[in-house]
């Protein structure tokens, strides 16, 4: 398994929740780090994304703000802390990786992703 995503839940609107992502990728710190997410009968959006080299932040416009991208290349993981979560928040997240030949790119298309997590459930009561 290259990405084993977890920490995914039920939680109130107003709670935070923290994704985490473990990867098995070499050399992690070339791969482009995103979060998705599908809510109920939509497509899969982009959500957040960090940089191999871990300075550059990319976010949707609706988790601006509320979500916090992280990652740790020493131990290959990548994280997103999710706070004041909103009902609308409600969705399947993955992780997903893109190499990149530098390590300072942005990547927010799906298709460009080419390992995915196998998603983990969010869901946020009102």
């Known amino acids: 398994v290259q990405l084993q995503a977890s920490g995914g839940g039920l939680v109130q609107a107003g709670d935070s929740l923290r994704l985490s992502c473990a990867a098995s990728l070499m050399p992690f710190s070339h791969y482009y780090m995103g979060w998705f997410r599908q809510r109920p009968g939509k497509e899969r959006e982009f959500v957040a994304g960090i940089s191999g080299s871990a300075d550059i932040t990319y976010y949707a416009d609706d988790v601006k703000g509320r979500f916090t991208v992280s990652r740790d290349n020493a131990k290959k993981t990548v994280s997103v802390q999710m706070n004041s979560l909103k009902p609308e928040d409600t969705a399947l997240y993955y992780c997903?990786?893109?190499?990149?030949?530098?390590?300072?790119?942005?990547?927010?298309?799906?298709?460009?992703?080419?390992?995915w997590g196998q998603g983990t459930l969010v869901t946020v009561s009102s």
């Open positions: 997903a990786a893109s190499f990149t030949s530098s390590t300072r790119v942005t990547v927010t298309t799906a298709s460009r992703f080419k390992f």
